[in-house]
C-alpha cells in the first residue's frame, strides 16, 4: 500500500512538474512578445521623428538631396518590415546608418546646429535612441532566458513536444551616438 502512495505522489508531482514548466514556457513567450511591442512602440517614435528633423534640415541644407532622400526611403522600408527581429534589425541598421549621415551633415552648418528646432529635434532622437536600446536590452534578455530554457535539459523536450521554438535576438545600432565631455583636472 505505501509504494501505491509513493508512485501516485511521485506521478503527481511529475504532472505538476510539466503543468508548471509548460506554463513557464508560456509566460516567458508572452513576455517576449510584450518586450518586442515595446521596441516597436518606440521605433515608430523614432519614425514619427524623422521627417521633422529632414525638414528641418532641408530648410538649411537643400542641396543635400541625396541625403534627405536616403534618409526619406530608409524611413520607409524600416515601417514597412514586419518581418522578423532579425529582418527588422538589418532595415532598422540601414535607417541609422542614414540617420548618421543627416546628422554628420548638419556638422558642416552652424546655422544649422544652433537652430532650437534642431537641437530639440536631436535631443529628443538622443532619447528615443535611449530608450530603444532600454527597449533592445530587456527583450534580448527575455529572449536569452527563454532559449536557455527550450535549450536545457529537461524542459527542451516539452519545449520540444509543443514547437516552443529558439526566438532571435534583436541587435541594432544607434543612430545617434553621444560622447562624454573631456575632462582634464590637470590643466591650471
Known amino acids: 500500500m505505501v509504494w501505491i502512495i509513493v508512485v501516485v505522489a511521485v506521478v503527481l508531482l511529475a504532472v505538476l512538474l510539466f503543468f508548471a514548466s509548460y506554463n513557464r514556457f508560456v509566460r516567458q513567450r508572452n513576455l517576449i512578445d510584450n518586450s518586442w511591442s515595446n ?3 518606440e521605433l515608430k517614435r523614432r519614425y514619427d521623428l524623422i521627417p521633422n ?3 528641418t534640415v532641408k530648410g538649411y541644407a537643400a542641396h543635400e538631396a541625396s541625403t534627405l532622400g536616403a534618409v526619406t526611403e530608409a524611413r520607409s522600408r524600416a515601417m514597412a518590415q514586419t518581418g522578423t527581429p532579425e529582418q527588422q534589425a538589418q532595415t532598422e541598421n540601414a535607417l541609422v546608418g542614414t540617420l548618421k549621415s543627416l546628422l554628420a ?3 558642416a552648418y552652424p546655422d544649422l546646429k544652433a537652430n532650437t528646432g534642431f537641437i530639440d ?10 530608450r530603444i536600446q532600454a ?6 534578455n527575455n529572449v536569452r532566458d527563454y532559449n536557455q530554457r527550450v535549450q536545457s535539459l529537461p524542459t527542451n523536450v516539452i519545449a520540444a513536444v509543443f514547437h516552443f521554438e529558439p526566438r532571435q535576438y534583436f541587435e541594432i545600432g544607434t ?4 560622447t562624454p565631455p573631456a575632462v582634464d583636472f590637470d590643466k591650471t
Open 39 to 41: 521596441i516597436d512602440t
Open 53 to 55: 528633423l529632414v525638414e
Open 105 to 107: 551633415v548638419s556638422e
Open 121 to 130: 529635434l536631436q535631443h529628443e532622437l538622443v532619447a528615443t535612441e535611449d
Open 135 to 140: 527597449a533592445r536590452r530587456f527583450y534580448n
Open 175 to 178: 543612430a545617434v551616438v553621444t
